[in-house]
């Protein structure tokens, strides 16, 4: 049987891209590249902030897979905040001013819209990964009748911009990760209940516990701590934990501590209490999260949460922002973790997991039960498969 030819779309590529939805697409591409022909169309962008050329434009291999990567043709402006806080706050705003504030955000590379459409006979599928972008918005507009929309969406201002009702209307079939953002769109974006879709997640490569060493030592890890991982920004919610965290400190004089592992896009507070890692590798990271208390994320806005799924890969409680569906949704239906809406919420619920390592102990065996059960890549696969035949 000929094998199909897939695009795929996705605003940055590479290994050295931390993204959630970034490493998604890559392993996804990766994993898929066994029973299908990939081509992944990206920008040559390697930070979201500016958008900035990092990588050559032009054809190359990352991991066995074909890239094709796009010149950036203008950065970021520096006012793109101010934009963004008009057009939110105008429910007037026209479907042309929508389209004028993705390209002020990016990455701005028409090259690639144009290339899908000069080739759109070359592929079975695209698969646009992230609603949000323009490789995303522009691409659908050229090869919709072969448009597979992976979003990766919450809810969050832009998603109420009027030039997203096209890009949803648009699709023709669409991949869900979770059960709360398929939710979210069909109550958002009329008629696409009506459209062909599947909810997939993602498989998880984490490795077994006993293989992950204990490299507590080199990073001077010498108190219990919980584990913040990812971006550390204000948008990611880290200055309420910042708040929050430095304030049980002071209210219960625990011995625990808040280590951060990602890049820092905010001051991170000057207390010993909080250990910032920077970037680690991958054999770093499962250590850290193997060795911690807790996983603590206190984003609002996630469609999946990878890094909660590995920590439940290695029995490890999460405590996560109430606020974000889809993080409450993994404690409910895992039994695995706790949700805090506000500081009390988050101190009592702290108190609760340094202080009860039974609760520690049943919750990490629940989330290990969770992830077998819905996020194995044979199972991910076949329903991939299925839904492409």
Not at 129 to 153: G, Q, S
Not at 297 to 315: G, K, M, Q
Request: glycine share 6%.
């Amino acid at each position: 049987m000929e094998r199909k030819r897939l695009c795929f779309v996705v605003q940055r590529y590479g290994t050295e891209i931390n993204g959630g939805a970034e490493d998604y697409t890559r392993t996804y591409a990766e994993k898929m590249s066994d029973k299908f022909d990939i081509t992944v169309l990206t920008s040559t962008a390697l930070d979201y902030n500016l958008w900035e050329n990092h990588y050559p434009a032009g054809e190359s291999v990352v991991n066995g897979v074909k890239v094709i990567r796009f010149p950036v043709e203008k950065n970021r402006d520096r006012h793109f905040p101010e934009m963004s806080e008009r057009i939110y706050s105008d429910p007037s705003h026209t479907t042309a001013d929508a389209y004028d504030w993705v390209e002020a955000q990016g990455p701005y590379c028409p090259a690639l819209p144009l290339y899908a459409r000069e080739h759109k006979d070359d592929f079975d599928f695209f698969l646009l990964f992230t609603y949000l972008y323009y490789p995303t918005v522009m691409t659908m507009r050229e090869v919709a009748d072969k448009a597979i929309l992976v979003p990766f969406c919450h809810d969050e201002p832009p998603v109420y911009l009027k030039c997203y009702d096209e890009v949803f209307s648009s699709a023709s079939k669409i991949i869900f990760n979770t059960e709360e953002e398929r939710d979210f769109v069909y109550r958002r974006f009329y008629g696409t209940d009506k459209k062909p879709s599947v909810l997939t997640g993602i498989g998880l490569d984490t490795p077994d516990a006993s293989e992950i060493s204990d490299m507590r030592e080199e990073f001077g890890l010498k108190k219990p701590y919980i584990l913040y991982m990812g971006r550390i920004d204000e948008s990611k919610g880290c200055h309420e934990l910042f708040a929050w965290f430095l304030r049980y400190k002071k209210e219960t004089r625990s011995d625990i501590q808040l280590v951060l592992t990602g890049k820092e896009v905010m001051k991170v507070p000057d207390s010993d209490d909080i250990i910032s890692l920077g970037f680690v590798s991958d054999e770093e990271k499962y250590s850290v999260l193997k060795y911690c208390d807790a996983l603590v994320l206190p984003s609002h806005f996630e469609s999946l949460s990878i890094v909660v799924l590995e920590a439940f890969r290695l029995r490890k409680p999460v405590l996560v922002s109430g606020q974000c569906a889809v993080l409450r949704g993994h404690c409910r239906k895992s039994n695995a973790g706790l949700y805090f809406t506000n500081a009390i919420d988050f101190e009592e619920c702290l108190r609760l997991l340094e202080n009860e390592p039974a609760l520690r102990e049943g919750m990490g065996k629940n989330g290990e039960k969770y992830v077998n059960a819905n996020y194995r890549w044979d199972v991910i696969m076949n329903k991939i498969n299925d839904f492409l035949a």
